[in-house]
C-alpha cells in the first residue's frame, strides 16, 4: 500500500518562508511525477507545481518565482520551498504522486493534506 506523508505546514507571516515535504512510502518500482496542489476554501483545488522524474518542473503562473519545486535523492520524495509568501497562498496543499508502479499496478495517490496559513 502506497502512502504519501506531507509535513512543512503552518502559520508564517507575510513576505515569509515556508518548506513542505512529501514521502511517498510503500514497495514503489517507479513514479513518473510528483507534485503539489492546493485548495483553499470555497475554491477548487488548483495545480502549484509538477516535476518528473527526469527533473523537468512546471509552477502555476501565481507562484512562478517564488516557490521552487524539487525531487529528493531517495526520489520518493517531493519539497516545494515557498518564499515571499502571501495572504493568497493560504490554502491546503496535497501532495500529488503521479503514475506509480506497484506490484498491484499502476494508479495515483494523493496526500492528506498540510495546512498552510499566511497571515497579513
Known amino acids: 500500500q502506497v502512502q504519501l506523508v506531507e509535513s512543512g505546514g503552518g502559520l508564517v507571516q507575510a513576505g515569509g518562508s515556508l518548506r513542505l515535504s512529501c514521502a511517498a512510502s510503500g514497495i514503489i518500482f517507479s513514479i513518473n511525477a510528483m507534485g503539489w496542489y492546493r485548495q483553499a476554501p470555497g475554491k477548487q483545488r488548483e495545480l502549484v507545481a509538477t516535476?518528473?522524474?527526469?527533473?523537468?518542473?512546471n509552477y502555476a503562473d501565481s507562484v512562478k518565482g517564488r516557490f521552487t519545486i524539487s525531487r529528493g535523492n531517495a526520489k520518493n520524495t517531493v519539497y516545494l520551498q515557498m518564499n515571499s509568501l502571501n495572504a493568497e497562498d493560504t490554502a491546503v496543499y496535497y501532495c500529488?504522486?503521479?503514475?506509480?508502479?506497484?506490484?498491484?499496478?499502476?494508479?495515483?495517490?494523493w496526500g492528506q493534506g498540510t495546512q498552510v496559513t499566511v497571515s497579513s
Open positions: 500529488n504522486a503521479d503514475r506509480v508502479r506497484t506490484r498491484q499496478g499502476t494508479r495515483g495517490y
Open positions: 516535476i518528473t522524474s527526469g527533473g523537468s518542473a
